[in-house]
Each structure stands twice: as structure tokens, then as C-alpha cells.
């Protein structure tokens, strides 16, 4: 079984998000299961200084604007890979997705058509002689692979999307539609059109022969208005074909018995490290010692992610005698709205502001509880970080944040807690600041019983989340779509 994996980030090399985690770990797990996989990335700088080259390019000559593009052979980490050599489209330093003023790339539609465009040329068999049995795209930016490879026609590789955030759909004016080079009919509510623009969601969705997207308790809410961002309708028609696959962890980047990045190592046979490690967070960010849980937050600054009800939350923090340590980039308004909290709860509130791969880890490392008060969440890993890291998360029923923790705090109470899900964290329903209240006063009851918290700590961090598990469930799924490969 061949699989031409598409997408855009990959940890250490490039990383925007819990993306880059997974396209780091996932095709590993996949290659150990027997799979002979390949990626496939836009040739960005930092994608093209940490591959090691690997044969000749094979060159594509012109396509969307760019005079010439390659595909260069090469090995990521362990694995082999095609980045495409396209300079004027994908030569820029910073993030992938958007410029240095914050905004997206205007010529976003061509670049990331190009990524599409080139995963269906695998299928004539002319790059190299490796001809995918499936190729699997993820998110908007390979949102156009599975219509290209419908467009060319014949019986060629099947095709998986995975959704890993319906809220970014690389929708473009309907004047663009002639720069992909897509037969015209593919511009019709029965293709790519939304609205009366193009998305790169929508086709992803339409054309694949299966989607996934990362949680089970995700896959059904996007069929709901709610959840869905417009492409509900669509989803409840392909809900045949339309399943959820939680994400693991790389336990080789998140493991607290051998994490370089923390000040002190321990497990959950040997937590003496972990008070270290609390001890040195408080420091860092100037927080004296305190009679309440430490809240650690590590996260994207949008709506998304509720931190903006984390704010309005922070008397009850206080209550307890808790104090938060942020570390968080994104929108202006919440970046500033979090400064302020700081000023005006000094020794309660301390925050840093940009993207910090070694002091996210000291903060899982070094927090009672992980903060993720997410209104929607397609699967979350911060909360699996946290509890590998003896950090109980406190985080909205939703998404993959459902699929994964379960209330641990109403002893004795009416509990959301299956009978085989033993309590690991906090969970609230509604995505308002009483709710979130409520579930920070029950962390604040239970870690007045250390006996209690302890137990139910210990429990979390001997949790399996590796990858191997959805491994063997994307490995089912491209056996069904190709049964003789
Ligand atoms: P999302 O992909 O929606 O941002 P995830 O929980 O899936 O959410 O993944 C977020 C990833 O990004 C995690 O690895 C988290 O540790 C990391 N991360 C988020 N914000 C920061 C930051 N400011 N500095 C360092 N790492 C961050
Ligand atoms: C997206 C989602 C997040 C998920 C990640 C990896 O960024 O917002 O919930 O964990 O993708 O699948």
C-alpha cells in the first residue's frame, strides 16, 4: 500500500500549530504498520533546509505563475519526501500561510492549488516510478488534490481528506477559478463552489472518497450548524463516508521522563521532579508560592480557543488561591486583553507573548492544571500533553477535548464520566464564565484532598495516547477504499 501524504507543516522544521505535531508522528506510525509512505510539502525554506536531499528533481516546467517548478527527492526526518521547488510562490520565510503583516498571502489560491495540482500528477505515474495507492490530503491547503485527480479522469489512486479545522477554508473569489485550471464545470454547488466563491474546504470535502476528520465527538458536531462553518449540509450528505479518528501523541517529543526541555524529569513513579519543575515555572514567571493550583495555558490566541472566558474566569482562579502562567500569540485584542490582566493581578496572572517550543513544554511540565476552555476544538493535544505531564486539563465539553477527558471533580455528584472513562481532569458544558467557574471551583475542592488529586494525576500520566491505534484505523480505512493494494 502506497500513500502520498499531502500537507504543509512539519514539527521541529515548521510548526503553526497541533498540524505540525501530527504530520510529524502520523506517517512514522503509518510506515511501521508496513505502509510505504510518502510526503509531499510545499518546498518552503524551512522544509527545504531540514531535508536531506535525496536524487535528482524532476521538473514540472511552469504552473500558476511560477516560471519553473521542481520536485526535489528527499528525507524528512525518517522518511522519504517530494517538496516542490517553486520559489516564487512558496520563497518566503515566516509562516506559510500568512505575511509579515498578519494577513494571508494574496496569491494563497495559486500557491496552494499548485500543492493540489502536484499530488495528481503522482497519479500518471510519471514522477519517479512510486504511483500512490491513496493519496491523503489534510486541511484546506490540500483541499484541491482530490479535485485534480477527479478532473484527470480514468481509474487512478482513491483519496482521503482529513480535517483537522473546519474554520479555515481557503475561500476565494469566484475570480479566481480560472487560475486553477479545473474543467468548468467543477465551479457548481456539486464541486467546489460556496456561496457563489471557491473553497479549498469544500472540494476536499466533495471529491474525496473518504473524510476524516481528528475526534469522533468532532465528526459529529461539524454536521451541525453550529459546528459546521456552512458545510454542514454537505457533510450530512457524505456522512457515509465520514469518520473520526482521535490523534496520539509523539511520546519520542512529549514524555516527562526524557524531556530535555524541563528542568527536571520524573514520572508518575517519581514525581520529585515535577515539584522542581513547578517551582522553576513559578520563578520564571514571577509567581510567588501559592496556596492553589498553578493553571498553565499554551495556546493560539483566536476565539476559538476561549481564552477570552479564561479572563472573565479569573476571580474564580483567585478563589481557589490559583494563579495562571500564559503562553500565547495571536489577536492583537487578546494579546493586549491578557497584558492587562497581568498588570492588574500581579502575582496571580503572568503571561509571555510569542511562540516558544522549549517553554511550552516547561509549562506543561511544571502546571497542576492546563487551561483549554476551547468554544470548539477538532481534537486539542495540549490537554494530552497535560496529562502525560501531571497537568489535570480543565477544558469545554467539545470536539476531541470530549473524546479525551472526564470529569474527575463531582465526587458523589450527577458526572458526565462514562463508566469506563475514570475521572482525569475538568470538563463544562457551556462555553460562559459561570460554567467555567464552576468547573474551576471543583478542581479548587479537589485539590484540597492531595490523596485524591494525586490518584487521579497518577492515573492521567499513565494514559496511552501513542499513534499507533489511529495508525491501524487510517490503515483500515485506505484498505477499504483499495482492497487489492
Ligand atoms: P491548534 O492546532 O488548534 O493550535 P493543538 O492543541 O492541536 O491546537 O496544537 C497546538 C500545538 O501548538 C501544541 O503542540 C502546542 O504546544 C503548540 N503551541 C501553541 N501555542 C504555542 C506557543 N505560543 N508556543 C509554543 N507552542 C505553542
Ligand atoms: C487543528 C485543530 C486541533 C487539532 C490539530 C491537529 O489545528 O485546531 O484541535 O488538534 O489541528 O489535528
Not at 69 to 94: E, F, S
Not at 160 to 165: A, C, L, Q, S
Not at 225 to 244: C, D, I, N, Q, W
Amino acid at each position: 500500500m502506497r500513500v502520498l501524504y499531502v500537507s504543509t507543516e512539519v514539527h521541529p522544521a515548521l510548526k503553526t500549530g497541533g498540524l505540525a505535531d501530527v504530520n510529524a508522528a502520523l506517517p512514522g506510525a503509518l510506515a511501521s504498520r508496513g505502509i510505504d509512505v510518502a510526503l509531499l510539502l510545499p518546498g518552503f525554506p524551512a522544509l527545504m533546509e531540514a531535508a536531506t536531499a535525496g536524487g535528482a528533481p524532476v521538473s514540472l516546467g511552469a504552473a500558476f505563475g511560477c516560471p519553473l517548478v521542481n520536485l526535489m527527492p528527499c528525507r524528512l526526518g525518517d522518511l522519504p519526501a517530494w517538496l516542490i521547488d517553486a520559489p516564487a510562490l512558496y520563497g518566503r520565510t515566516g509562516n506559510p500561510y500568512v505575511g509579515p503583516d498578519g494577513q494571508d498571502w494574496p496569491d494563497n489560491a495559486r500557491r496552494f492549488a499548485l500543492l493540489g495540482w502536484v499530488a495528481a500528477r503522482f497519479a500518471d505515474g510519471g514522477i519517479g516510478d512510486w504511483r500512490p495507492d491513496i493519496v491523503h490530503s489534510h486541511d484546506w491547503h490540500a483541499g484541491l488534490a482530490g479535485a485534480y485527480l477527479r478532473a484527470r479522469g480514468g481509474a487512478g489512486p482513491g483519496s482521503v481528506f482529513t480535517v483537522h479545522n473546519l474554520a479555515y477554508q481557503g475561500n476565494f473569489p469566484a475570480t479566481t477559478f480560472p487560475d486553477l485550471a479545473l474543467p468548468p464545470h467543477f465551479f457548481s454547488m456539486h464541486g467546489l463552489e460556496f456561496h457563489g466563491a471557491l473553497s479549498f474546504m469544500k472540494a476536499g470535502l466533495f471529491y474525496a472518497d473518504r473524510i476524516t476528520t481528528v475526534s469522533p465527538t468532532y465528526a459529529r458536531e461539524i454536521q451541525s450548524a453550529e459546528h459546521g462553518f456552512g458545510m454542514e449540509g454537505l457533510l450530512r450528505s457524505r456522512a457515509g463516508a465520514l469518520s473520526g479518528i482521535l490523534n496520539g501523541v509523539d511520546t519520542s517529543t512529549w514524555d516527562p521522563r526524557r524531556d530535555p526541555a524541563l528542568p527536571a524529569r520524573f514520572s508518575a513513579d517519581a514525581l520529585e521532579g515535577k515539584a522542581v519543575c513547578r517551582q522553576a515555572l513559578r520563578a520564571e514567571f514571577g509567581l510567588p508560592q501559592a496556596g492553589g493550583p498553578l493553571f498553565g495555558v499554551v495556546s493560539r490566541l483566536t476565539a476559538q480557543k476561549g481564552l477570552d472566558l479564561l479572563l472573565e474566569a479569573l476571580p474564580a482562579i483567585a478563589a481557589i488561591d490559583g494563579q495562571g502562567a500564559l503562553l500565547g500569540t495571536g489577536e492583537r485584542a487578546l494579546e493586549a486583553a491578557w497584558q492587562l490582566a497581568a498588570a492588574s493581578h500581579p502575582g496571580r496572572v503572568a503571561v509571555r507573548h510569542g511562540y516558544d517550543e522549549a517553554l511550552a513544554h516547561r509549562i506543561f511540565g511544571g502546571a497542576d492544571i492546563i487551561a483549554v476552555p476551547s468554544r470548539f476544538e477538532p481534537c486539542g493535544l495540549t490537554q494530552m500533553y497535560g496529562l502525560l505531564y501531571g497537568a489535570l486539563p480543565l477544558v469545554r465539553r467539545t470536539g476531541g477535548l470530549a473524546d479525551t477527558v472526564h470529569e474527575a471533580g463531582r465526587v458523589g455528584a450527577a458526572t458526565h464520566t462514562a463508566a469506563d472513562a475514570p475521572g482525569n481532569g475538568f470538563v463544562f458544558e457551556l462555553p460562559h464564565v459561570t460554567d467555567l467557574s464552576a468547573a474551576i471551583a471543583r478542581a479548587g475542592a479537589l485539590w484540597r484532598s492531595p490523596t485524591a488529586w494525586q490518584a487521579v494525576r497518577n492515573a492521567g500520566m499513565r494514559a496511552e495516547f501513542g499513534w499507533a491505534h489511529a495508525a491501524g484505523h487510517y490503515a483500515d480505512l485506505y484498505r477499504q477504499i483499495r482492497p487489492e493494494a
